[in-house]
Structures are given as C-alpha cells and as structure tokens.
C-alpha cells in the first residue's frame, strides 16, 4: 500500500553516507585536483594556527600508518581524522558555582548531547542551557567557532551537527574544528557514516566513550575539495527524498522511485 517501512528508510540513509565516503555517490573529475594538494593546504593552516596560539600542538602519533578501511577513488588520501581538524573535548561548570548556567539563547552557547537527541536540522546555535561569562572561566569548556562539527563522544555516541555559531560543549563531545573550515560538511558526513564503527569500538561498562585519542586517529578518507562539495550537495538531495519517504504522502512514492533508480545506478 502507501506505507513506508521507516526500518527501510534508515537502511537506505545508511547506503547513502556509505556510498558518500567511499567515492561512489559522484563522479570523479580530474579537473578537481588531488587530495594530496588538499591535504598541504591543510597543513599550512595547522601550521598557521599552531604558530599564532590559536589551538595546541596536536599529540603526535608513533605509528604515522593510517588503516585503509575500504578502496577508494585514487584521487582521495586516507588521513587521520586529526590531520584536517582539531579534536576539542568538552566542560561543566562546578555545580557549587551559581550563575554560571543561564537560559538557553541568554548567554554564550554550551551544549550537551541531550540537546541533540530529536535535532533534525543540520546547524544548532544554542541548547536548553548556556554559560555565562563565568561558568566559562570556571569550567574546562573550550568556546570553539562557528562553523565547528560537533559530535557526541558518549551517551550516546553518534549524534552530529555543526555549530552556527560560537559554541562549547560539556564532555559528552569530541568535536572537531576544521583546519580548513569549508570542509565541515563533508566531515559531518563522514562522522554519520562512522558513527557506528566508533561506537562499536569504544570501551566502557556503565557507558560507552570515545576518547580524543582514539578520535584524533580515527582513519578518515579526504577527498579534494570541490569534490567534497558535490558530495554534500547529492547526499542532501538524496536525504531529501528519505525525508518525502518519510512523510507517508501520495508524493513519497514518486521519490521512492527516484531514489531506488539513483542508488541503483549508482
């Protein structure tokens, strides 16, 4: 009949991030350069901002060997995750200190992973709660900048959205801050497509967590940048479609179709 099994849509979301970051949800295009390009522009702006104070010497890892996961275009490079952005962890306030929690949209922005159970949308600007200026300084938050990838690093692990503003977070996150900002799309994307593989080999009894060790080396493919781009732009039509499917309306049927035909083109 018209009902759409929503097991089926998670499925077919699933499919899209997986085609996405192997390289075969769009056509390579030798005019976009390689990766590697890419990844020494990267690395001059790491250079940039370690020299100007603005973030920390990464940790540096003994192994430099990076796991190849799955093949993928010969114009892509397998990096860290660490390589293209900065892993920034999270803080609270002490408890015992008032005024340093405010009302959310009042202050200066500060998220926990419950503010992004039920987020649908792409960019979050404030949660239920914010920090004043001295829950800030009080606490091991880090204000990290608009246009950062959030993703929650324990209960539960998985969610991700990108900040559309200045924001911090409590230590439910590792979030990542683009080396190259242009690039949080895809990164955001790549993280939903991993999002499982994390979890499953994270450690814990009570709960699960990622640590930032274990995120910094995550092995992450990097496509050029334009190619990146076209990316994003297939995976939010696609999305779009599994969002109509969803709406249970005469309209989803078409988009079915169309999304089937595509993916199976593909």
Same mark, same amino acid.
């Given at each position: 009949?018209?009902?759409?099994?929503?097991?089926?849509?998670?499925?077919?979301?699933?499919?899209?991030?997986?085609?996405?970051?192997?390289?075969?949800?769009?056509?390579?295009?030798?005019?976009?350069?390689?990766?590697?390009?890419?990844?020494?522009?990267?690395?001059?702006?790491?250079?940039?901002?370690?020299?100007?104070?603005?973030?920390?010497?990464?940790?540096?890892?003994?192994?430099?060997?990076?796991?190849?996961?799955?093949?993928?275009?010969?114009?892509?490079?397998?990096?860290?995750?660490?390589?293209?952005?900065?892993?920034?962890?999270?803080?609270?306030?002490?408890?015992?200190?008032?005024? @340093?929690?405010?009302?959310?949209?009042?202050?200066? =922005?500060? &998220?926990? #992973?419950?503010?992004?159970?039920? !987020? $649908? /949308? +792409?960019?979050?600007?404030?949660?239920?709660?914010?920090? @004043?200026?001295?829950?800030?300084?009080?606490?091991? =938050?880090? &204000?990290? #900048?608009?246009?950062?990838?959030? !993703? $929650? /690093? +324990?209960?539960?692990?998985?969610?991700?959205?990108?900040?559309?503003?200045?924001?911090?977070?409590?230590?439910?996150?590792?979030?990542?801050?683009?080396?190259?900002?242009?690039?949080?799309?895809?990164?955001?994307?790549?993280?939903?497509a991993f999002a499982k593989r994390i979890n499953d080999n994270a450690p814990g009894t009570?709960?699960?967590?990622?640590?930032?060790?274990?995120?910094?080396?995550?092995?992450?493919?990097?496509?050029?940048?334009?190619?990146?781009?076209?990316?994003?732009?297939?995976?939010?039509?696609?999305?779009?479609?599994?969002?109509?499917?969803?709406?249970?309306?005469?309209?989803?049927?078409?988009?079915?179709?169309?999304?089937?035909?595509?993916?199976l083109a593909t």
């Amino acid at each position: 009949g018209k009902r759409v099994s929503f097991y089926g849509i998670e499925r077919l979301r699933a499919l899209i991030l997986d085609l996405a970051v192997r390289g075969k949800l769009v056509p390579q295009d030798a005019e976009d350069g390689d990766a590697a390009g890419l990844l020494a522009e990267i690395k001059k702006r790491k250079a940039s901002l370690i020299k100007s104070g603005a973030i920390k010497k990464p940790r540096e890892f003994e192994d430099a060997e990076v796991e190849e996961l799955f093949d993928v275009p010969a114009s892509w490079r397998w990096v860290r995750l660490d390589e293209v952005g900065a892993i920034i962890g999270g803080g609270t306030p002490s408890s015992t200190a008032s005024g @340093s929690l405010v009302d959310g949209g009042t202050g200066i =922005a500060w &998220l926990t #992973p419950a503010d992004l159970g039920g !987020f $649908t /949308s +792409r960019y979050i600007a404030h949660g239920e709660r914010d920090l @004043s200026e001295q829950g800030l300084r009080s606490s091991s =938050a880090t &204000l990290m #900048p608009q246009g950062t990838v959030l !993703f $929650t /690093s +324990r209960a539960p692990i998985g969610y991700v959205a990108i900040a559309a503003n200045p924001v911090a977070t409590n230590q439910g996150f590792k979030s990542v801050v683009p080396y190259i900002t242009d690039c949080n799309l895809y990164i955001g994307i790549a993280l939903k497509a991993f999002a499982k593989r994390i979890n499953d080999n994270a450690p814990g009894t009570t709960f699960k967590e990622v640590s930032g060790k274990a995120m910094a080396a995550l092995p992450f493919p990097l496509p050029p940048l334009a190619e990146q781009q076209r990316i994003v732009a297939k995976v939010d039509e696609l999305m779009a479609l599994c969002d109509a499917l969803a709406g249970e309306s005469t309209a989803a049927l078409t988009a079915h179709q169309t999304l089937v035909e595509t993916l199976l083109a593909t």
